[in-house]
T-cell receptor, first 111, second 115 residues
């Protein structure tokens, strides 16, 4: 089946630093999504990308849909302690509109 | 607007026992999903309903897992008999329509430990 590879698996950074994480796939996706999951909670949608090459921002978060449609990245600028959590990428190839999730990037922020 | 509600939040059972999880989606959402999230991994889709019909259940282990959404609103996911490897968080999610599958809202999850 389809697989999404996220990197890095975990990051431990200082408050105020910028963060970059990415997601790659062997298959093409028509939509890329980024979710954040905090302990004890379900994933919450952060950004959705619908076109190859698209660059979208949501506050301090910026994500891009790769032009090959096989990758995406998420940047967080000026990180703060509440950014702590696991960030998941997800791809949708519109075959039944079902999402395939990556393994997640665990972000830890040191105040 | 009320979110996706799930219960119970936590359950510990012995292997070979059975367990059932309940989900109430966001009001008016036609599409309901059950995902399994094993510790350290991303969610994996088990089954997708559109109203009271199954859209996809290709990754549901049907020898032990079953799910229903009889009236097209609430849903129940059952595991019988449970195995150790079924220990995971079971996430219910919903979206307005299957064509709006990108905007999926997740519940807080039901945490299952099989001992």
């Amino acid at each position: 089946g389809q697989q999404l590879n996220q990197s890095p698996q975990s990051m431990f950074i200082q408050e105020g630093e910028d963060v970059s994480m990415n997601c790659t796939s062997s298959s093409i996706f028509n939509t890329w999504l980024w979710y954040k999951q905090e302990p004890g909670e379900g994933p919450v949608l952060l950004i959705a990308l619908y076109k190859a090459g698209e660059l979208t921002s949501n506050g301090r978060l910026t994500a891009q849909f790769g032009i090959t449609r096989k990758d995406s990245f998420l940047n967080i600028s000026a990180s703060i302690p509440s950014d702590v959590g696991i960030y998941f990428c997800a791809g949708n190839n519109n075959a039944g509109n079902m999402l395939t999730f990556g393994g997640g990037t665990r972000l830890m922020v040191k105040p | 607007e009320a979110g996706v509600a799930q219960s119970p939040r936590y359950k510990i059972i012995e292997k070979r026992q059975s367990v059932a999880f309940w989900c109430n989606p966001i009001s008016g959402h036609a599409t309901l999903y059950w995902y399994q999230q094993i510790l350290g991994q991303g969610p994996k889709l088990l089954i997708q309903f559109q109203n009271n019909g199954v859209v996809d259940d290709s990754q549901l282990p049907k020898d032990r897992f079953s799910a229903e959404r009889l009236k097209g609103v609430d849903s129940t996911l059952k595991i019988q008999p449970a195995k150790l490897e079924d220990s995971a968080v079971y996430l219910c999610a919903s979206s307005l329509d299957w064509a709006d599958g990108n905007t999926i809202y997740f519940g807080e999850g039901s945490w299952l430990t099989v001992v």
